[in-house]
């Protein structure tokens, strides 16, 4: 088990190295069309959407619904109706959370 | 246009700002990584291991996936082969950065190390191009608590026990939330989130984890279409 979490740190490691520095090894310095800027500018909202289901609603290969669920909506509706910062969404939603586990 | 001093001070400038943006997400980081540590040691890893895995990995979603395949009596090879699905993400956020990193290839490589979700969303301009020095400002506190949170994690853990108990996992989709809500600043922005969303649930239970995310990124392709009309 020891040298298997070892190999995976390792393993790890130079993958993300290799995934984070590849554009800029193939992209740098270039200029864009704006057409490809256009792009771009829409990979945040796209990316940033898909880890917020997947990381709720994902349980390994299948979808579920937990309490993990209605906490992230309570903070996230904070954030936008209340303006509330990031560090107090995540409490609420961590807490709203808990309160669903302890009390369900 | 303008000379080589006042450029370091908006370099510096740039810097500063970029920390205290990164700020609330160290915060957050803190506590993301607290769980990691706890996670871990659960699954078996060595406080060292923990907490080398956060300093040089530093990548959350990498990590926790990983550990949960080496749990789930996956093997080395499988653990490191989520992580990079997990990471690939970085690979059209580092090919959107590329333009806007000067310097020789290894340079470049080195400065997208810095790139973490907040950091690279916050130091978007918004036109295409993005602010290094706001990236790597932002990146630097949440480094410190990440490794900070792990270490807390790693030592501390047996005091928690069950991390769910706390509603710990709802703070990584929250994260990402809190940096999707910033960053949806117009109509065509919140469709595009709507139907990365799509794309990602639907691959879900039929694609490995990661893919799902992966594949999502493809819909800001749409911009394309868009600048046509003009181009």
């Known amino acids: 088990m020891t040298s298997t979490i070892w190999w ?10 290799l ?7 193939v992209m740098g310095g270039r200029e864009l069309s704006p057409r490809i800027n256009g ?3 829409l990979m945040a909202p796209a990316l940033l959407a898909a880890l917020v289901v997947t990381s709720i609603l994902a349980e390994g290969d299948r979808l579920h619904v937990g309490a993990d669920f209605v906490g992230v909506v309570v903070g996230g509706a904070l954030m936008i109706w209340a303006r509330a910062g990031v560090l107090t969404a ?3 939603a961590a807490g709203v959370t808990a309160a669903i586990r302890f009390f369900g | 246009m303008t000379s080589p001093e006042s450029r370091a001070e908006d370099h510096r400038a ?6 205290r943006a990164g700020i609330p997400y160290a915060a957050v980081g803190l506590l993301l990584s607290a769980s990691f540590g706890v996670i871990a040691r659960d699954a078996g890893f060595s406080v060292a291991a923990a907490i080398i895995m956060s300093a040089i990995v530093f990548a959350g979603s990498a990590q926790f996936t990983a ?3 080496l749990v789930g009596g996956g093997t080395a090879g499988a653990a490191v082969a989520a992580a990079a699905l997990m990471n690939s993400r970085f690979l059209p956020m580092g090919i959107a950065l590329g333009p806007s990193l000067p310097g020789p290839p290894a340079l470049r490589a080195a400065q997208g190390q810095t790139v973490v979700d907040a950091s690279w969303a916050m130091a978007s301009r918004g036109d295409g191009t993005f602010d290094r020095w706001f990236l790597f400002g932002s990146t630097a506190p949440q480094y410190v608590c990440w490794v900070t949170g792990t270490t807390l994690g790693a030592f501390g853990g047996d005091l928690l026990g069950d991390t769910s108990r706390f509603g710990l996992d709802a703070i990584y989709p929250m994260f990402f939330l809190a940096l999707l809500i910033s960053e949806i600043k117009n109509r065509r922005a919140a469709s595009i989130a709507l139907a990365g969303s799509v794309v990602a649930l639907a691959l879900v239970e039929v694609t490995p984890a990661g893919v799902p995310v992966l594949a999502a990124s493809l819909v800001a392709l749409w911009g394309l279409r ?5 181009a």
């Open chain 2, 67 to 69: 550990v949960a395949i």
């Open chain 1, 90 to 92: 995540v409490l609420v």
């Open chain 1, 19 to 25: 995934i984070k520095g590849f554009g800029p090894v």
């Open chain 2, 226 to 230: 868009q600048n046509r009309k003009t």
């Open chain 2, 14 to 19: 740039s810097f500063v700002a970029g920390a």
């Open chain 1, 39 to 41: 792009v771009i500018m």
């Open chain 1, 8 to 17: 995976t740190i390792a393993g790890a490691t130079v993958v993300t190295a």
